[in-house]
């Protein structure tokens, strides 16, 4: 069973890093949870292993809703990938 | 308890707001409201240091989860209406950043509800702030801080 590509998209210094505000990605199927994801895009390069290097810090929404790294990502449209967040 | 559905609006995006016209209309010539709370969130100038602020956010998601902590909001406390408006984008010291208006019978209920959404959207909403300094230097992004993790914390278990 091959996945659809998912929409994903950085914010803030995570963005920065990777140099990229988006990108339509296949995820293997290795790559069940949110912590998977994070662990798999890390080893996609250099910009990503800067960005995920600290991985605990990063929060990950699944069709903009926030979910914990040991969540299952399901049958996401759109992840995001971000730093902790400091509005208000 | 408030008898109609409480009125909720919530903006995000680039303008500004007018405060008291914000906070008139969430009373509304409605005279069940007794009380009206606000918090004003202002960009400070770090003592000169600072010369404006970078609001970056994830548009929907921004306004989803606002959403979802004013229902919590809702359904913890007595509200006629709340009010939340987030901007985005560059900020200047001494500019507005975030408005929480809540009204209600009483003042107890306004000023917890006001005060959990305040710290919940601290936490939770999709916003993410970077420093331009004055000095032109590189600036950074602004570090999420342990004391609003534990602001938002001491609400778990608490009864409105």
């Known amino acids: ?88 | 308890m408030a008898a109609t559905e409480p009125r909720i609006i919530v903006r995000v995006g680039p303008d500004d707001f007018d405060v008291g016209a914000e906070i008139d209309a969430l009373q509304a010539g409605d005279p069940a409201v007794g009380a009206v709370t606000s918090f004003v969130g202002y960009c400070r100038d770090e003592g000169g240091r600072l010369a404006a602020l970078e609001l970056e956010y994830y548009p929907g998601m921004a306004e989803a989860e606002i959403g979802r902590v004013v229902n919590e909001a809702v359904a913890r406390w007595p509200l006629y209406a709340i009010t939340v408006v987030h901007r985005g984008g560059r900020i200047k010291p001494g500019e507005r950043i975030v408005l929480v208006a809540v009204s209600s019978s009483h003042r107890d209920a306004a000023f917890a509800a006001c005060d959990y959404v305040m710290d919940f959207l601290k936490t939770r909403a999709p916003f993410w702030k970077k420093e331009h300094p004055a000095d032109r230097s590189e600036g950074g992004w602004v570090e999420a801080k342990a004391h609003d993790d534990a602001r938002a914390e001491r609400w778990k278990g608490e009864k409105g």
């Open chain 1, 1 to 88: 069973m091959s996945r659809e590509p998912v929409l994903i998209r950085y914010f803030a210094w995570v963005r920065e890093r990777i140099g990229l505000s988006e990108e339509r990605l296949a995820l293997p199927e290795t790559v069940v949870t949110a912590g998977d994801l994070v662990r798999w895009l890390s080893g996609r390069g250099d910009a990503y292993a800067f960005a995920f290097e600290t991985p605990d810090t990063i929060r990950v929404a699944v069709d903009q809703l926030h979910i914990e790294q040991d969540e299952a990502l399901g049958d996401a449209r759109e992840i995001a990938l971000f730093p902790p967040m400091t509005g208000g």
